[in-house]
């Protein structure tokens, strides 16, 4: 399996445009995790999916961000507007219910200028 | 509720010494237990896990965890440090009740020093 796999894995965009993540998880897998992480706030958890479904979006920072997750092998990550502060790198992770380690992409690192 | 601290969130040893990263955590259930590493520019890598089997967890590049639930501590030791070993470290803590939801510590960073 190739992993689990985010595009773009940089983006910089000017201030107020919108931005979508995406994220491929491993095939198989039904729980899937968007993480952001900052120097100042380290790893925090935007939201998680089970079985497609969203189950805990209370990470999310504010409106401006949405995430869906039309199929098993889909994800994105949505910011519109973006603004400066929502600047860092976007993890995507997925695991197996049954088997409770979450494997990572590489990132998607963000700059809104 | 769930929660990790890791203490120390810089750590500093010579090639060939002890790596002893610390990690307490709270959980109201059994909890299942990770640590991470993530090298510069790139995603987390599991480097082992706690899951209710044996206490002592062996885990990739000769690190090793142990659980201990008296001092709810999972706490993880390299007994000789290698210079390939500069990274960060998360320690990570999910309750299968909780939909496997990670919740992380705030990493540690490790220097080897030549």
């Known amino acids: 399996d190739a992993g689990v796999i985010q595009s773009p894995r940089h983006e910089v965009t000017e201030m107020g445009q919108e931005v979508t993540l995406r994220c491929k998880p491993i095939s198989g897998h039904n729980s899937l995790f968007w993480y952001r992480q900052t120097m100042m706030r380290g790893l925090e958890l935007l939201i998680y999916f089970n079985n497609n479904v969203p189950i805990d979006d209370s990470g999310m920072p504010e409106d401006r961000f949405s995430a869906k997750m039309p199929n098993a092998s889909f994800s994105t990550l949505k910011i519109q507007p973006s603004e400066p502060r929502d600047s860092a790198v976007y993890f995507c992770?997925?695991?197996?219910?049954?088997?409770?380690?979450?494997?990572f992409g590489q990132g998607t690192r963000l700059t809104v200028v | 509720a769930q929660s990790v601290t890791q203490l120390g969130s810089h750590v500093s040893v010579s090639e060939g010494a002890l790596v002893l990263l610390r990690c307490n955590y709270s959980s109201s259930v059994p909890p299942y237990l990770f640590w991470y590493v993530q090298y510069p520019n790139q995603g987390l890598q599991l480097l082992l896990k706690?899951?209710?089997?044996?206490?002592l967890v062996k885990g990739i590049n000769g690190f090793e965890a142990e659980f201990k639930k008296s001092e709810t501590s999972f706490h993880l030791t390299k007994p000789s440090a290698h210079m390939s070993d500069a990274a960060e470290y998360f320690c990570a803590v999910t309750q299968k009740a909780a939909g496997n939801k990670l919740t992380f510590g705030g990493g540690t960073r490790v220097l080897v020093k030549p």
């Open positions: 706690y899951t209710s089997a044996a206490t």
């Open positions: 992770a997925s695991s197996r219910t049954e088997v409770t380690e979450a494997f």
